[in-house]
């Protein structure tokens, strides 16, 4: 079945640090690809997405391409903020159904 | 534009006892989704809606988890009765439809069973 690995974290960086969070996929078809963010106290948040292969999500200074060729999504962000500091999470929806299928999630921590 | 709603926030009750969460999407969204998160994982399906109908509901545990959207709108979902795994965050998630690919959540009902 469809499923998403994402690295193992926790992930701590320095403050104007480049962050990079490893998502690969398996799926059948086409999915399109999250990046979802929970701040601490708060809920889910979409941060960016893209629906097909070479598309570009960005958002907040965040980018992930979709690789088809390596089936991976990798989350990116050239200087990290201490508001940063959450859990990251990649996902997949499938053409056969349009539940998110959540990786483990990333905690990233964000020190001055 | 209002979020999700879910209530209550926070529920701690016995093993063998049953508990009742309850979510309001935003207006106008008809696909409603169940998920569970048990600490240190990701969100997991439990149940998918389109208006007031199941779509999905294979990974429900059916002899102890029941969920209704009735009026396809509000939606509960209860746990009868409760095991000590069941412990988690029930997230209550909406979309325009189901085939929009964004979905919104609520907070969260963190449950722990005692």
């Known amino acids: 079945g469809d499923s998403v690995t994402q690295m193992e974290g926790p992930v701590t960086l320095s403050e104007e640090a480049f962050l990079t969070i490893n998502c690969t996929y398996t799926?059948?078809?086409?999915?399109?690809l999250f990046w979802y963010v929970q701040y601490p106290g708060e809920g889910l948040q979409l941060l960016l997405k893209?629906?097909?292969?070479?598309d570009k999500g960005s958002n907040k200074g965040f980018e992930a391409t979709y690789r088809k060729e390596t089936t991976s999504f990798h989350l990116e962000k050239g200087s990290v903020q201490v508001s940063d500091s959450a859990v990251y999470f990649c996902?997949?929806?499938?053409?056969?159904?349009?539940?998110?299928?959540f990786g483990k999630g990333t905690s990233l921590l964000v020190t001055p | 534009e209002a979020g999700v709603a879910q209530s209550p926030r926070y529920k701690i009750i016995e093993k063998r006892q049953s508990v009742a969460f309850w979510c309001n999407p935003i207006?106008?969204?008809?696909?409603l989704y169940w998920y569970q998160q048990i600490l240190g994982q990701g969100p997991k399906l439990l149940i998918q809606f389109q208006n007031n109908g199941v779509v999905d509901d294979s990974q429900l545990p059916k002899d102890r988890f029941s969920a209704e959207r009735l009026k396809g709108v509000d939606s509960t979902l209860k746990i009868q009765p409760a095991k000590l795994e069941d412990s988690a965050v029930y997230l209550c998630a909406s979309s325009l439809d189901s085939t929009s690919g964004t979905q919104y959540f609520g907070p969260g009902t963190r449950l722990l069973v005692l």
């Open positions: 799926a059948t078809g086409y999915p399109s």
């Open positions: 996902a997949l929806t499938s053409n056969s159904g349009y539940a998110l299928n």
């Open positions: 207006s106008g969204h008809a696909t």
């Open positions: 893209a629906t097909k292969a070479d």
